[in-house]
């Protein structure tokens, strides 16, 4: 009972204590039509002009390295002033999470 309870706390300061905030797929929606990654990638990450992004493989590495600096001269980089990494780690978490 009492190693439950050591867990517990232990789990709990796991998260809040960490330094990396925890993605939230919620935000990640609103931020993907804030910064106007829909107008090229479509609504919900599909059917637009540009790569389909919905379901992404990319991890969250490559994906933030496109972001800042995108192989493709038509996609704008987004610098950590415009995007912070927090807000690009939403959008990956969201674009992950839609089901294909
Ligand atoms: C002006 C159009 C435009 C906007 C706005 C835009 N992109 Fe892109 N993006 C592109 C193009 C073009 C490519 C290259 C692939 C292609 O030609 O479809 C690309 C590629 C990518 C890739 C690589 C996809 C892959 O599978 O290789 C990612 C990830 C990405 N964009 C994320 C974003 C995010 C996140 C935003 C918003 C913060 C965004 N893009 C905004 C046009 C755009």
Redesign the pocket.
């Known amino acids: 009972m009492l190693s439950l309870l050591a867990a517990t706390i232990l789990s709990l300061c796991f998260h809040a204590c960490s330094d990396s905030p925890r993605p939230n797929a919620a935000d990640g929606e609103r931020w ?1 039509s804030l ?3 829909n ?3 479509g609504e919900g990450g599909s059917d637009g002009k ?2 389909e ?1 919905a379901g ?1 493989d ?1 991890g969250f590495r490559s ?1 933030l390295a ?2 800042r600096s ?1 192989e ?1 001269p ?3 980089a ?1 610098p950590p002033e415009k ?1 912070s990494s927090q807000d690009t780690a939403d ?1 990956h978490l969201w674009l992950q999470s839609i089901q294909q």
């Open positions: 993907y910064h106007r990654c107008g090229c990638h540009a790569a992004l992404t990319l994906f496109i972001v995108p493709s038509s996609m704008p987004y995007l959008i």
